[in-house]
């Protein structure tokens, strides 16, 4: 077996590699001067993207998390930014208008 996509086990519907892990630097904008992003691979070869922060709903209060996709990691990195931040509606986010994921589940 030479690709990590032939992998095959009973019980396990689907395997995604870690593409790329980075970090989106915004000064002054939320908790924290950066959101982190992962992109992974799907098995189909395209990109899936989503960060480690999610901007809550004006009026629910619900996070609202997105995921970036893409044929190439860059189109997923760059869209999955450009929707965190249209997410926020240019709000300057304060700790209590955002949830963050798991760091061990991210």
């Keep these: ?27 002054g904008r939320f908790p924290g001067p950066s959101v982190a992003v992962n992109i992974l691979e799907e098995d189909t070869g395209t990109y899936r993207g989503m960060t480690n922060m999610a901007a809550r709903d004006i009026e629910t209060r619900e996070p609202f998390w997105i995921e970036g996709r893409g044929k190439t990691v860059m189109e997923t990195l760059e869209q ?24 061990r589940r991210f």
């Design 1 to 27: 077996m030479d690709d990590w996509k032939d992998i095959k086990i009973e019980g396990v519907s689907r395997i995604e590699r870690v593409a790329l892990r980075s970090q989106a630097i915004v000064i």
């Design 80 to 103: 999955t930014i450009l929707l965190f931040l249209e997410s926020t509606h240019g709000r300057k986010l304060d700790h209590e208008d955002v949830d963050w994921k798991d760091s």
